[in-house]
């Protein structure tokens, strides 16, 4: 079983910037992709930014130039770097993991962007 923990969300006020985190532990042989996903009130869950093993990443085009994925392997954790925050990124955002073929999702953490 692989257990994800996020951290890093918060308020924070247009212009702003911040930084989430996802660390991967358990029973993991190897993680393929990682990558974060959010959901605002009243939409459906959408990719925002994933990274592949090799370092490969795409991003939702909302976001491009503003967010950037990095990971470090071996600590099996992501990040996401989170600058020139607008209100309408506002949502909860999930860490989304493969590990072993499996997909593994974070409990979420809340970023708002308000002044």
């Known amino acids: 079983q692989v257990q994800l923990v996020e951290s890093g969300g918060g308020l924070v006020q247009p212009g702003g910037s911040l930084r989430l985190s996802c660390a991967a532990s358990?029973?993991?042989?190897?993680?393929?992709?990682m990558g974060w996903y959010r959901q605002a009130p009243g939409k459906q869950r959408e990719l925002v930014a994933a990274?592949?093993?090799?370092?490969?990443?795409n991003y939702a085009d909302s976001v491009k130039g503003r967010f950037t994925i990095s990971r470090d392997n071996a600590k099996n954790t992501v990040y996401l770097q989170m600058n020139s925050l607008k209100p309408e990124d506002t949502a909860v955002y999930y860490c989304?993991?493969?590990?072993?073929?499996?997909?593994?999702w974070g409990q979420g953490t809340q970023v708002t962007v308000s002044s």
């Open positions: 990274i592949t093993s090799g370092g490969s990443t």
């Open positions: 358990g029973s993991i042989f190897s993680i393929n992709a």
């Open positions: 989304n993991v493969d590990a072993d073929f499996e997909d593994y």
